[in-house]
């Protein structure tokens, strides 16, 4: 028994050489303590934030006939409102669609921060556009900003796992939907308000 405590090692090492058959159930054991210990996490380390998502609608458009217009006077003075209260946010992530207003919405944040402009087409439709968006936000580390429209909003936020915010009135301008993403796989919905 003296010689088993001082030398625990040794003694594991003889009883699994003399007793081949049974290994496998101590190292069974063995590996059910690991996970057991793994998969023990403290509140405070579950709802460790892991990434935010800002997504916002794009600015007011132009009221020229066209099927891809620009941003309207207002839309321009919004798009640098929400420049500046995104300022001193952490971004590493910029997406529009491939419709200029989205991008126009971004891209005083853009050369704000010195960020370049992801864009994710909606040419092979809605779906797919979808599931593109929510690549590039899984694929990058830092925090992503989206500029959609009032139809894909709602779909990119349950997409990513928040919830149904219901349908964005055509009319309505300068939301922003912050996701932010938990280690413990939840994601929290907060709103604010960019621009007059």
Same mark, same amino acid.
């Given at each position: 028994m003296r010689l088993?405590?001082?030398?625990?090692?040794?003694?594991?090492?003889?009883?699994i050489i003399s007793s081949f058959m049974n290994c496998s159930v101590v190292f069974a054991a063995q590996e059910g303590n690991i996970k057991q210990q793994t998969n023990t996490q403290t509140p405070a380390t579950t709802n460790v934030t892991v990434k935010q998502v800002l997504l916002v609608r794009h600015a007011e458009k132009s009221q020229i006939n066209s099927q891809d217009p620009q941003l309207s006077a207002?839309?321009?003075?919004?798009?640098?409102? !929400? %420049?500046?209260?995104?300022?001193?946010? /952490? =971004?590493?992530?910029?997406? +529009? $669609?491939?419709?200029q207003r989205t991008q126009l919405t !971004? %891209?005083?944040l853009a050369?704000?921060? /010195? =960020?370049?402009?992801?864009? +994710? $087409?909606?040419k092979s439709g809605i779906s797919a556009h979808i599931?593109?968006?929510?690549?590039?936000?899984?694929?990058?580390?830092?925090?992503?900003?989206?500029?959609?429209?009032?139809?894909?909003?709602p779909l990119i936020i349950s997409a990513l796992g928040g919830p149904n915010i219901g349908t964005i009135s055509?009319?309505?301008?300068?939301?922003?939907?912050?996701?932010?993403?938990?280690?413990n796989g939840k994601v929290i919905l907060t709103q604010s308000h960019f621009g007059q």
């Open positions: 088993i405590s001082r030398h625990p090692l040794k003694f594991i090492t003889l009883f207002a839309g321009m003075q919004r798009a640098q409102a !929400l %420049a500046e209260q995104l300022a001193s946010v /952490a =971004l590493s992530q910029l997406i +529009a $669609s491939d419709y !971004l %891209a005083p050369k704000e921060k /010195a =960020l370049t402009l992801t864009v +994710a $087409s909606t599931k593109h968006i929510v690549a590039l936000v899984k694929q990058e580390q830092g925090n992503s900003l989206i500029a959609g429209h009032s139809n894909t909003l055509e009319s309505s301008y300068g939301g922003i939907y912050q996701l932010q993403l938990k280690q």
